[in-house]
């Protein structure tokens, strides 16, 4: 998917338990209104997800996590015709199979293929779909156990340039690969702010960098916003620093203020 600006992938959690906003749009109809009002808001893909990756949340199940998902993505393939893309959030291969079959376009898989051995499979044989490669090392329960680093900028980028190796030799096209620093996975408010002070260096491994920080806690920290939404002021200012530093996607839980203020970049570009 190429831009010549900062996409916004707006988020849509099909669960009851996101950190953010879980519950709000967890039945069908609740969904699809809101992925209408983020088609109306100018969103570029729209991210659907079936199950929490919030620091300490429980898996679901194959057979839950498809039910939540694909009549959402059916029902999106249907409505959408202006080139939005749709996305299936999910580390399971079959359930990004399915999405796929169902109209996805974009796999996000936070765990970049280790969560599931099938999934890079699946991935080369369907050359069309862009793959969302996030730095991981471990599921919701227990990944901050593993928020240990020597450096963190040059371990999470070898740790991704790792995972490009073993996708790409599975047959994964580079072309197919955007990479992900998995900000606040495994990681502390210090990684957290140390990756993004230093993106330009993950950006050196030669593949588009989306960021997704919306709302997460180390903002909260930073402005002593409690409340999700109240984090919502810095993650726009965070998405106007990327956007200068030409990354090439932000996941956020708004649209508008995103798009609003990516204009305001490309503005003062000129």
Do not use: C
């Not at 992938?9 to 879980?22: C, E, K, R, Y």
């Not at 291969?93 to 599931?116: K, R």
């Not at 806690?217 to 993650?235: K, N, Y």
């Amino acid at each position: 998917m190429l831009n010549d600006r900062t996409l916004v992938m707006g988020i849509l959690n099909v669960t009851p338990d996101s950190f953010a906003d879980g519950g709000r749009h967890f039945d069908f109809e609740s969904a699809i209104n809101r992925a209408r009002e983020m088609i109306s808001e100018g969103v570029d893909i729209i991210d659907v997800g079936g199950e929490s990756t919030r620091p300490g949340a429980d898996r679901v199940s194959e057979e839950e996590e498809l039910d939540r998902v694909i009549p959402v993505i059916t029902e999106l393939s249907e409505i959408l015709n202006n080139g939005i893309v749709i996305s299936i959030d999910t580390t399971r291969a079959n359930i990004a199979q399915a999405a796929i079959g169902a109209g996805a376009t974009l796999v996000n898989d936070v765990s970049g293929g280790l969560a599931d051995p099938k999934m890079a499979t699946l991935i080369a044989s369907n050359s069309a779909i862009q793959y969302v490669v996030m730095h991981w090392r471990g599921h919701a329960k227990d990944m901050q156990k593993a928020a240990q680093y020597k450096n963190v900028v040059s371990d999470v980028k070898e740790e991704l340039e790792n995972r490009v190796i073993a996708l790409t030799r599975a047959g994964v096209l580079p072309e197919q690969i955007i990479l992900d620093p998995g900000i606040g996975f495994s990681k502390s408010a210090e990684h957290n702010w140390e990756l993004l002070r230093n993106i330009d260096r993950i950006a050196l491994l030669g593949f588009p960098i989306v960021v997704g920080a919306s709302r997460k806690r180390f903002l909260g920290d930073l402005i002593g916003a409690h409340s999700a939404d109240d984090r919502e002021s810095a993650t726009i200012a965070l998405t106007t620093y990327l956007a200068r530093s030409g990354i090439w996607g932000v996941r956020t839980h708004s649209v508008k203020p995103h798009r609003d203020a990516i204009a305001v970049v490309e503005e003062m570009k000129k």
